[in-house]
């Protein structure tokens, strides 16, 4: 069963969502919060598997929320003196932050793989679209449409923001696992970068699981991080990839 935390400042938008997640077979929402602060004690409490976080709440924001939340994720998957975790060893360890928002602008998308959130959705998705987003983010994978990151990325080779986090180190990392990590971070499937690279499938998702590893990435939208924060974006052309 699927464990999901609905946070959203419109009691109206909660109620729908929470109406369409009990709906859905093999989920359950465990808690509904009405701002930041809220969502990040119920997270805290209730131990979701998935959080749909609105952006724009009062008290403390969606972004600022996520931060938090992940970063007790993260805490709680450290193992203790005798070596164990408080992780299930099924699925992801900790809650995973879906971040659902009417506003589809850069700046966010960013901001909320930044703090450590798996997908980013607008508010205007299909139903049936969005329970299948929080079945993949609870499954461990993240949910990062190609067209997004491509237009996120676009944007910030044209204009560098000032607030851009220092250089991360690619140390370690092969030549080849440099080729799928830019492609990766430019939002291209593990099928496009197998067509890119002329790989078989099943070695383009060894290498995932290896930048996974040696970067200390959580999922797919943290090596997008780690792509552009290295630099490495920087210095590859943008590759062509179906829309």
Not at 66 to 86: C, E, L, M, N, V
Not at 121 to 143: F, H, N, R, Y
Not at 201 to 226: E, F, N, W, Y
């Amino acid at each position: 069963m699927i464990r999901v935390l609905i946070a959203d400042d419109q009691a109206l938008v909660r109620g729908a969502f929470e109406v369409l997640v009990n709906s859905a077979p093999g989920m359950t929402v465990v808690g509904a919060a009405a701002d930041g602060v809220e969502a990040v004690e119920l997270a805290l409490r209730e131990a979701p598997d998935v959080v749909l976080m609105d952006v724009r709440m009062p008290k403390l924001d969606g972004i600022e929320a996520t931060r938090r939340i992940i970063a007790a994720s993260r805490k709680s998957a450290q193992p203790d003196a005798a070596g164990d975790s408080d992780c299930a060893e099924s699925r992801s360890c900790g809650a995973r932050v879906l971040i659902l928002t009417t506003f589809d602008l850069d700046e966010y998308v960013y901001a909320a793989l930044r703090a450590g959130a798996s997908g980013f959705l607008l508010k205007d998705t299909a139903p049936a679209q969005l329970l299948d987003a929080i079945s993949v983010v609870a499954a461990g994978e993240a949910l990062l449409a190609p067209s997004v990151t491509r237009r996120l990325i676009e944007q910030f080779s044209r204009s560098p923001q000032p607030s851009r986090a220092p250089r991360v180190s690619l140390d370690g990392v092969t030549e080849r696992e440099h080729e799928v990590l830019a492609l990766i971070g430019r939002g291209l499937s593990n099928a496009e970068i197998a067509e890119h690279l002329h790989l078989a499938s099943p070695t383009v998702k060894t290498h995932v699981s290896r930048l996974l590893m040696k970067l200390g990435a959580r999922d797919r939208a943290q090596l997008v991080i780690v792509a552009y924060e290295s630099g490495l974006l920087d210095q590859q052309p943008f590759p062509h990839a179906p829309s």
